[in-house]
């Protein structure tokens, strides 16, 4: 894979709900290595749209391509996730009576069974994941502690680790700062940007310096469109995103 390659194509993705249209031939790309942030208004489309790239939701038309020939369309939710898409939701969902370690190892053998998980040995180089993981995610001090007394924004920290030992291609993120300190959002974009290049991240946020400080392409949704793409600076100098922004 080459950067700036396409990973992700959408193209031309309608969904409706029972008659109401959530997407309108909406298309975009996402590109090897790219880090790309996706705002707009509540019922925007923004959760639809990921439901759609994770298999969630089916469109009723419109081709959902990965790795250039992959169409995602044809797979399920479970076979999604293999192919290197892990998605995040807004809320953490740790296993929270068990240590953060075991939350990690878990995720990696990616076991049905939680406690096949556990009784099955990891390998040095499963080991080493973890501790690699550990270290980025700034738990390597919390490792034997039970996953239901780390703070919140270690349990989102937690969780993004949880996607990351399964080494996806592309991580779908929503919200990750929600929630977070200061301190902590600071680092989540620190993280996001060191992790762009090796991964591709597409992050729905509504927190604009958050967006300011980590994304180099910005796709905003109206109405289940793609209204503008751009820089942030490009996209918030359009007259239609300030128009929907600030409800003229
Ligand atoms: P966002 O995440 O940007 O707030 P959503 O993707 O959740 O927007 O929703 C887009 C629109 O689709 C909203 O108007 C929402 O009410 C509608 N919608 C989403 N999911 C369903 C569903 N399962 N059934 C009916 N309507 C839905």
Redesign the pocket.
Known sequence: RHQRDPLLQLEKINVS??G?Q??TDLSLTIGVGELRCVI??????????M?VITGK?RPDSGRVLYDQDTDLNRLTPVQIAHAGIGRKFQKPTVFEALTVFDNLEIALKNDKSVWACLRARLDGEQQDRIDEVLKLLRLGGERGRKAGLLSHGQKQFLEIGMLLVQEPHLLLLDEPAAGMTDAETDYTAELFRSLAGKHSLMV?EHDMGFVETIADRVTV?HQ?QVLAEGSLREVQADDRVIDVYLGR
């Open positions: 709900f029972d109401f959530a997407l707009g208004p509540n019922g925007a489309g923004k959760t639809t749209l439901d939701t729905v949704l289940g």
